[in-house]
Every structure is written in structure tokens, then in C-alpha cells.
């Protein structure tokens, strides 16, 4: 699962970091308001970690501006202040939760989980399900009926971005700057293909009736309740 961390104070970015990449999450980190937003509005991460005081924009001003823009991605905001007000205005802007700081490592990484576990993203063994499609995150293995799908790494990323978008629509740029990133080499058409394998390995089990394909947009993943 992909983080954002944006923070000003930055040996506790870096130890931040450290605490998510040693939970197998793929993190990237910033200092500044301005280029948090920037980095969030794509809407390619699983969760991001805000400060609430920064240089350029504040983390009050981040929330507001990517909730009015729909951007979703689960929000916690991190802040030093420990008065109800602040906190408040934090959710009220759209934040999912909020860390007081200084903080200890657990009580962060539990916040986190369940912040996960209300979006749908995680269950409460730390895996990513949908219907009979299972992802083990820390082993990056997939399953369809607890059978193996022998993914190659960027259809394991493929698959667990749809997974964590459940019911969204997701454009080929999100897709492209998630799995490749913008100086990616790599065509955005390699989006189209690595789509198509991963439907032909879903479909022997019925999986690849999940992913269907919006017409000139992206793709959208449905959840169980809705497959038809």
C-alpha cells in the first residue's frame, strides 16, 4: 500500500517513513504544504499522513481543498496542538483522524489500521479482500478462492490499487502515476496491457467480472454486492 507523509520537521519525517516501509508500505515524504497538495490531488496514494502546521499551505487548507475537489484517499492529520478545537476543525474539513504528537509508533500504526479498516481497505488481519479475491500485503500474494494468483509485481500493485478503490473510478493518468509514475519511461498504454493480463488471471475464477472498463475514462472495480 502506497502512503503520503507530509511533515515540516524532517528527522521525524524521515523516522515516520521508516515505521511504514518496515510495515511493507511504499511511502513518499515532503515538507512542504504546497507540494503535499500537489502530490495528494493526483489521488494515487492508500492513505495520507498531514501535519497541520506547514510552511506554504496548512494541512486545515490541504483537507478542505482535496475533499471539495473528491478526492478521497483517508486522511489523518498530525498535530502538536492537543486542544478539542483544533482536532475538530481537522474532521470537520474532512479529516478521518488525527494523531497528537509526540505519539507513540503503536498507537500511530493502530490509528492507521483503523482508519483502513472503516474505508474498507484492510480487514482486521491486515488483508485486502473483495468477494473471493484476497490480498496478503505484507507477502504481496494474491488469491481467488484461496487459490494462487502468481502475479508478476506490477499486476500485484495493479490489483491492489482496484482493491483499495472499490466502487471508484479510476482514470488511466491515477492508474499510470500510481503504478509507474509520471517519469516512468514506460507508455501510458501499459496501463491497457497490464489490465488485460491481469483479467485474463482473474478470469478462471470468475474474478475479472470485478474490473470493468468506463469508456474513455479508466477502469472502475466493483464491489460484491454490485458484480453482475
Request: hydrophobic letters at 40%.
Amino acid at each position: 500500500m502506497k502512503i503520503l507523509i507530509v511533515e515540516d520537521d524532517l528527522p521525524l519525517l524521515e523516522a515516520i517513513k521508516e515505521i511504514f516501509e518496515n510495515e511493507s508500505f511504499d511511502t513518499t515524504g515532503t515538507s512542504t504544504g504546497d507540494e503535499g497538495y500537489f502530490l495528494a490531488e493526483q489521488g494515487s496514494y492508500d492513505l495520507i499522513l498531514l501535519d497541520v502546521m506547514l510552511p506554504g499551505m496548512n494541512g486545515l487548507e490541504i483537507v478542505k481543498r482535496l475533499r471539495a475537489h473528491q478526492v478521497s484517499t483517508p486522511i489523518i492529520m498530525l498535530t502538536a496542538k492537543d486542544s478539542v478545537e483544533d482536532c475538530v476543525k481537522g474532521l470537520d474539513a474532512g479529516a478521518d483522524d488525527y494523531v497528537t504528537k509526540p505519539f507513540a509508533v503503536t498507537v500511530l500504526l493502530a490509528r492507521v489500521r483503523s482508519v483502513l479498516r472503516r474505508r474498507g481497505s484492510v480487514d482486521l488481519d491486515g488483508k485486502i479482500s473483495c468477494g473471493p479475491i484476497q490480498l496478503v500485503s505484507s507477502l504481496r500474494d494474491a488469491y481467488v478462492d484461496e487459490q494462487p494468483l502468481k502475479l508478476s509485481p506490477k499486476e500485484y500493485e495493479l490489483l491492489e490499487f482496484f482493491l483499495c478503490n472499490k466502487e471508484q473510478i479510476l482514470s488511466r493518468d491515477q492508474i499510470f502515476e500510481r503504478i509507474w509514475g509520471f517519469d516512468s519511461e514506460s507508455a501510458s498504454t501499459a496501463v491497457d496491457v497490464y489490465v488485460h493480463l491481469l483479467r485474463k488471471k482473474l478470469a478462471p475464477y470468475g474474478g475479472d467480472l470485478y474490473l470493468k472498463t468506463i469508456r474513455g475514462v479508466g477502469y472502475l472495480f466493483k464491489g460484491d454486492s454490485n458484480v453482475q
